[in-house]
């Protein structure tokens, strides 16, 4: 399960100051950011701008380049499918569309409740036992409709 | 008492599959029954179909058990499969199951049966033999070795990784670094994934022989965020190599100073292309540079720069140790040594299977992966990855070897091999392949980035019956345009899956099929 704490800009400088040190310090400060917050906040892209001389653009530029950094909260959980060959070979897009219909939502959306965001992933290296499925960082092969429904109900309980 | 020493998979295929449920079964098991085992967390012998696969040390050498579930594990306890007794998930001696005997197990010698976390587990199995070597040898003899062995990147371009070294190594400038691409994206490959999970040490060894034989004191490690557990494995490997004297000033007692540092990518595919990559690396777009100037003269932050795969820089140490003569005598033409094939897809024996070049592509599938795991027939099979070509049956005497794939109009890129069998659609499959591209374009080149959604409109045009010769001949032109004017292998590859599955299975395209003749 996910637990983000809220935004907080004061949180977001001792973030982006802890990884000035390292060399290239853009993508290390993103990843930490969205590991704290669950999305990069819209007020995270000038202290970033500010703290490595770059212009805003350039920062949003990064953010929005990189298909992991997301604009807005996740759900409480996130549900990975892997849409890559693979996992086609062995059925990926009847459970793709299996899960939008459960979840009804498409992808990078969040269930109404709020507890389930859903997105895609092109391939886990799972390709020897797929199709394959990533929740919340743990991950699950050979997938089938009765095992993503168990998954999907597992994430779904309170 | 010496307890029994029982060894689990922890690779993120094995975890997939339930072995840490496993793990927790027999833990419960030896408490109700008042026994103690050793549990060894290794990583995977890369034998997917039979994952979990539970390993015992007995007399007679190891014993294996799988697939296994949870609840196998109390009759297994039952059968006395701690002294290798009789069950029906029992498996014999792991290296008497074809599918490992016969394979030449080289880079992945050690992946799957050491504890990955222990560096006294290294040594004993043959680990650090080529660090020592090497430190023997000196950087000029090291990259004249490594030219010697004619090993190839194995990250799907088979550019002489000695030849890169070289040219770094005769670089000036007072900072050099290796990075290592471990943003193993293509789908249908994993061999990068188990190796960083199963022999993290053998990475370390090979990059901080690089580092030595060009001058380089710092490494980088990009790897996938994709890959939460190998980054994980990885960075702990880091720390223990650290404190054992592996990694940072005076390596292995010598004068000689690296660090490796882990980044994490951020789920764009096209860093695996090695300047995205560097690109990615300094913190910006990961856009495609344009070469020259080469990344051994100008690459990361424009010092120069050796990049090289995972199993490249893996396979160093095994070369330095044994000798690059060892490793030229393997292999097939101009491709030497093993190459990890990694079959995948919709296939009964899933799993990496290393071996020298030159196995022919129907072996590989039919014999050794067992056909489909459906059950159906065999209809096409993607080598390479998302880039590589679709190959049907009258292609599978190709040899695995870099120069017989190209003249098949066809590339074995990472060495992944996915199965379909016969209900795939293939114009959807080249649909797929286009939209992937558009999805993933860094965008710098326009072939890549505006051909790959007209080539989607195209192939949906296609499919509809619109104009059908006419759109097939402008997605002709648009895959040549694609070919020959992109930046990079993303656009320059991409005709590689449309093509081919145009080209051999025509009939998804509302054509006629090929005769048996032509297909051949």
């Known amino acids: 399960m996910f637990s983000a704490v809220p935004w907080s800009s004061t949180r977001a400088q001792e973030i982006i100051e802890a990884n000035l040190s390292l060399v290239g310090p853009a993508l290390p400060i993103l990843h930490a950011l969205q590991k704290e917050f669950g999305y990069i906040d819209r007020e995270a892209v000038p202290l970033i701008a500010q703290a490595l001389n770059l212009s805003r653009a350039e920062v949003h530029g990064v953010v929005s380049f990189y298909h992991d950094f997301r604009e807005a909260p996740p759900g409480r959980h996130v549900l990975k499918l892997c849409r890559a060959e693979a996992c086609q070979s062995m059925g990926a897009d009847a459970l793709a569309d299996q899960a939008r219909e459960t979840l009804r939502v498409g992808w990078g959306e969040t269930t109404a409740d709020g507890r389930i965001t859903l997105e895609p992933v092109f391939c886990l290296g799972l390709c020897a036992c797929a199709p394959a499925a990533m929740l919340d960082g743990r991950v699950f092969g050979a997938l089938d409709d009765t095992r993503l429904s168990a998954l999907i109900d597992q994430a779904r309980r309170p | 008492m010496i307890r029994p020493r029982i060894f689990v998979p922890r690779d993120a295929g094995a975890l997939a599959l339930g072995s840490e449920e496993v793990e927790r079964a027999i833990i419960a098991a030896e408490r109700k029954r008042g026994i103690e085992v050793e549990i060894v967390r290794t990583g995977s012998r890369g034998l997917f179909w039979l994952e979990p696969m539970i390993e015992i040390e007995t007399p007679e050498g190891r014993v294996a058990y799988g697939p296994v579930k949870p609840e196998d594990v109390d009759p297994l306890f039952a059968a006395g499969f701690l002294d290798g007794g009789p069950h029906p998930l029992r498996r014999g001696r792991p290296e008497d199951i074809p599918f490992l005997k016969r394979q030449t197990r080289f880079t992945f010698a050690r992946c799957g049966i050491v504890d990955r976390l222990s560096l006294v587990d290294y040594r004993a199995h043959a680990g650090l033999r080529g660090l020592e070597r090497a430190l023997s040898l000196g950087p000029a003899a090291i990259i004249e070795e ?156 424009g010092r120069p720069t050796v990049i090289n795969n995972v199993i490249s820089l893996a396979s160093v140490p095994a070369i330095l140790a044994d000798g690059a003569d060892a490793y030229r005598e393997l292999g097939f033409g101009r491709s030497r040594g093993t190459i990890p094939i990694q079959l995948a897809g919709n296939i009964k024996h899933g799993g990496l299977f290393e071996t020298s070049f030159g196995v022919a592509l129907g072996e590989l599938v039919d014999d050794i992966g067992g056909g489909t795991l459906t059950g159906r027939p065999v209809r096409a099979v993607q080598v390479g990855g998302p880039l590589g070509a679709y190959f049907p049956r009258a292609l599978f005497d190709t040899p695995f070897d870099y120069e017989a794939f190209t003249a098949k109009n066809g590339l074995i890129g990472h060495g992944g091999v996915v199965v379909f069998d016969d209900t795939v659609d293939m114009a959807r499959q080249a649909r797929f392949a286009m939209e992937f591209c558009s999805i993933e374009s860094c965008g710098k080149c326009t072939p890549c980035r505006i051909g790959s959604t007209r080539g989607v409109e195209v192939i949906d045009r296609i499919v509809k019956g619109e104009r059908r010769a006419e759109n097939l001949t402008l997605l002709q032109e648009l895959c040549e345009t694609m070919r020959c004017g992109s930046l990079c292998a993303l656009g320059g590859f991409v005709p590689f899956p449309v093509t081919s599955a145009i080209t051999h299975f025509p009939e998804d395209f509302g054509g006629a099929p090929l005769s048996a003749a032509a297909a051949a």
């Open chain 2, 146 to 301: 490594v030219i010697k062995s004619s090993l190839r990147g194995r990250g799907g371009a088979g550019f002489p990784t000695g030849i890169k070294w070289r040219t770094a190594a005769e670089a000036q400038g007072a900072q050099k670094y290796i990075v290592c691409n471990a943003d193993e994206g293509d789908s249908g490959t994993y061999a990068d994934r188990m190796l960083m999970e199963g022999d993290p040490f053998c990475l370390i060894e090979g990059m901080t022989i690089a580092g030595i034989a060009v001058g380089a004191t710092k490494g980088f490690v990009y790897m996938r965020s994709e890959y939460p557990h190998a980054i994980e494995i990885f960075g702990r490997a880091l720390q223990i190599a650290r404190s054992e004297g592996m990694l940072d000033h005076g390596i292995a007692g010598s004068k000689h100073h690296f660090d490796i540092e882990i980044r994490v990518g951020a789920g764009a595919y096209v860093c695996g292309e090695e300047t995205a990559l560097l690109d990615s690396l300094e913190g910006k777009r990961g856009q495609v540079r344009a070469k020259p100037p080469l990344p051994a003269h100008h690459g990361l932050f």
